[in-house]
């Protein structure tokens, strides 16, 4: 099999390339990114890595994709980023009936997770969690206790939020449309790394508190922690949105409520950790799109870890 792995640059990519390599069962893996690999010391592990166009010139992307795929006979595509998952969803059918597997979740699922009003929703209805007070900018008042957090409907990465500190601010600024406006949680910020098999039914998580993080939310300190409430919970979770394969829920939890931020269509930032506690969400999430259970359950330690960057030379300019 061979295998193309998009947005090389992600902070994922490491962990996804070590784990393909070590599965043995891939004869090519090819990556690509916007910038050249030279600047990306994670390219020396690919066997091929090409040059891609923005993922918003979807048309260019699109015949760059195909030409990538016809050119290196590719039979499995991981997307790393929010913004390709939407683009392989909108171009499934092209896929499929190429025979090419996109590891990507249903677009049931993706509807509901890529829209934060469809996921707040989804809140609202689901035990365990507490709902998060949003408002539409048409059903924002002088009454609404401000200030409030305004995320993007179909944000990504954290990118576009920004605070309201009252109404008249709100006026003042043009960025209103398809924004949802939430009340801002005091709490712990708690990632987890999960994983579903639709057809097998069988899940595993790594849950994290992410104490230091980049603006993005990526984060690089972090303490790896058994819960048997976040398991039910991101459980329960992917029974309803009846998840396939490796998806990142983002939580803010203090003493008294569990709130659910994000559920990410796509291995974390952080996937590396959970990789460093002893279970591959990479590999597993691989076999959920091939007829594959996912790896058995773990016993894990708790544990404190920090991602650490350093310099390397990619190349010698002579």
Known sequence: MNILVTSIGSFSAPATIESLRKSGRFDTIVGCDIYPSVWHNVSKNFDEVFIAPRVNESEKYFQFIKHVCDQCDINIIVPLTDVEVDFFNDHIEYFINNDIVITIGS???????????????????????????????????????????????NGRSSEGIYFVESLDHLKKDLRNTDYIYQEIID?????????????FGSDFCIPRWEHLRTKNGAGMTVEIFHSHLIEKITSNIGKE???????????????DNIFLIDVNPRFSAGIGFSKLAGYNFIESHINCFIGENILPRIK???????????EVINKHND
């Open 107 to 153: 677009p049931f699922f993706l509807n509901i997770a890529r829209n934060k009003r469809k996921l707040n929703d989804f809140c609202n209805k689901t035990d365990g969690l507490t709902p998060i007070s949003s408002y539409s900018f048409g059903e924002l008042s002088i009454k609404s206790k401000f200030p409030l957090i305004a995320k993007p409907v």
């Open 187 to 199: 709490g712990k910020i708690c990632t987890v790394d999960y994983v579903r098999s639709s057809q």
């Open 241 to 255: 949105l009846d998840i396939n394969g490796c998806v990142n829920m983002e939580f803010i939890i203090n003493k």
């Open 300 to 310: 894990y330690n708790n544990i404190i870890a920090e991602k650490i960057m350093t």
